[in-house]
């Protein structure tokens, strides 16, 4: 898909006075809609006001106010005149349109039975634009992959820095056998379809040839369920945070298949806090542990093994703060102290 196509899917769905506003499409990060307030754009994870006139602003004066009318262009644009077809998903606060880009939606939510029945009287929409990057994975691929051997991996990251982009792009490169001796059989669980963005049962962004996703699954469930359906050799999931989570990787683990995963954290010792990762991580699990940079997208800043010895650092001044830490090993324990 090209950048044009790739991006079409939210010129189309914008409501008109928006539309005509918004100029630059390729570096626009997210849309934040909300009714009587102005429209908020996110540019390169840079704030701006959506101009009045067309652009951007810093002057909230200037800036574009959204109105009734355009809430309703909206969300008819998005279910194409058919808002109950929708209705499943937009309970789930979110649905996913062509090219991959989410819609996040917030408004009067209908309660029945202790369970959300529906979301009504919609006011506040986040539309993130997807931008997948390809070669994001390649540096970490060798930590990853020796000869034909998959290591177990834990992607470590502050939200909204980038661990799914990482993922992502890993999956495309074990999947197409880029660059590495072959391909692989790649199930993914997109619980919330922000891997492969899928719409209409298609990944919009590239999962490589060999990938199998299950979209809008539960985590635990759906590694089961590739698992016994699918004979993935590796299961890639996303921010995985439950005990049921950390139960269906051991299992999956114990059958002989790999998991990459991703979950939420500043490091290797928040991680291991955790009473749902703590056995994991004691008894060496996972065979890497990837940490990326607070404050920055996508960028590494360790590689661990199990054992707690570092395979990558990134800067200087990192590696003098690393000398200050404390590694203790004692058979399969792995206690690391800041």
Same mark, same amino acid.
């Given at each position: 898909m090209?950048?044009?196509?790739?991006?079409r899917?939210?010129y189309?769905?914008?409501?008109?006075?928006i =539309?005509k =506003?918004v %100029?630059d499409?390729? +570096?626009?990060n997210?849309i934040r809609?909300r009714?009587?307030?102005?429209?908020?754009l996110? $540019?390169?994870n840079c704030?701006f006001?959506l101009d #009045?006139?067309?652009?951007?602003?810093h002057?909230r004066?200037?800036? $574009?106010?959204?109105?009734?009318?355009? /809430?309703? %262009?909206l969300i008819?644009?998005?279910?194409n005149y058919s808002r109950?077809?929708?209705?499943e998903?937009l309970? #789930?606060?979110?649905?996913?349109?062509e090219?991959g880009? =989410?819609?996040?939606?917030a408004?009067?939510?209908i309660?029945? &039975?202790?369970?959300? @029945?529906?979301l009504s009287?919609?006011?506040?929409?986040?539309?993130r634009i997807?931008h %997948?990057?390809?070669g994001a994975?390649?540096?970490v691929?060798p930590y990853i992959l020796n000869?034909?051997q998959?290591y177990?991996?834990?992607?470590?990251?502050?939200?909204? !820095?980038g661990?799914?982009?990482?993922l992502?792009d /890993?999956i495309?490169?074990?999947?197409?056998?880029?660059g590495?001796? @072959?391909? $692989?059989n790649?199930?993914?669980?997109?619980?919330r379809s922000?891997i492969?963005? !899928?719409?209409?049962g298609?990944? %919009?962004n590239?999962?490589?040839?060999?990938a199998d996703v299950l979209d809008g699954?539960?985590?635990a469930?759906g590694?089961?369920m590739l698992?016994?359906?699918?004979?993935?050799?590796v299961?890639a999931v996303d921010?995985?945070g439950?005990g @049921?989570?950390?139960?269906a990787?051991?299992y999956i683990?114990?059958?002989?298949?790999?998991?990459?995963?991703t979950?939420?954290?500043?490091?290797m010792g928040e /991680?291991?806090?955790?009473?749902?990762?703590?056995?994991?991580?004691r008894?060496g699990a996972?065979? +890497?542990?990837i940490?990326l &940079?607070?404050?920055m997208?996508?960028r590494?800043?360790r590689?661990?093994?199990?054992r707690?010895s570092i395979? $990558?650092? +990134?800067?200087? =001044?990192?590696q003098e703060?690393? @000398?200050r830490e404390?590694?203790i090993?004692?058979?399969k324990n792995?206690?690391?102290?800041?």
């Amino acid at each position: 898909m090209d950048k044009k196509e790739c991006y079409r899917g939210i010129y189309n769905i914008l409501p008109l006075e928006i =539309r005509k =506003r918004v %100029q630059d499409f390729e +570096r626009l990060n997210e849309i934040r809609i909300r009714s009587g307030k102005p429209v908020v754009l996110h $540019y390169d994870n840079c704030e701006f006001f959506l101009d #009045n006139n067309k652009g951007v602003t810093h002057d909230r004066k200037c800036a $574009y106010i959204v109105k009734e009318q355009d /809430i309703k %262009q909206l969300i008819d644009y998005i279910c194409n005149y058919s808002r109950y077809a929708f209705s499943e998903q937009l309970r #789930n606060g979110y649905l996913t349109i062509e090219g991959g880009h =989410r819609i996040g939606v917030a408004g009067r939510v209908i309660v029945e &039975e202790g369970r959300v @029945k529906d979301l009504s009287n919609i006011s506040f929409i986040n539309i993130r634009i997807a931008h %997948q990057i390809k070669g994001a994975g390649k540096k970490v691929i060798p930590y990853i992959l020796n000869g034909e051997q998959i290591y177990n991996t834990l992607i470590i990251s502050p939200p909204g !820095c980038g661990k799914t982009t990482l993922l992502r792009d /890993i999956i495309r490169i074990l999947s197409d056998g880029e660059g590495i001796p @072959k391909g $692989y059989n790649v199930g993914v669980i997109d619980e919330r379809s922000e891997i492969g963005a !899928c719409y209409k049962g298609v990944p %919009q962004n590239d999962l490589g040839c060999r990938a199998d996703v299950l979209d809008g699954c539960p985590k635990a469930e759906g590694m089961m369920m590739l698992l016994r359906s699918m004979s993935p050799k590796v299961i890639a999931v996303d921010e995985i945070g439950s005990g @049921k989570d950390a139960e269906a990787i051991e299992y999956i683990m114990k059958s002989g298949t790999n998991v990459i995963a991703t979950v939420h954290g500043l490091d290797m010792g928040e /991680i291991r806090d955790k009473p749902v990762f703590n056995r994991l991580v004691r008894e060496g699990a996972f065979k +890497r542990y990837i940490v990326l &940079e607070g404050g920055m997208v996508g960028r590494v800043s360790r590689i661990f093994d199990e054992r707690g010895s570092i395979l $990558y650092i +990134r800067t200087q =001044r990192e590696q003098e703060c690393l @000398k200050r830490e404390s590694h203790i090993v004692k058979g399969k324990n792995v206690v690391m102290t800041a």
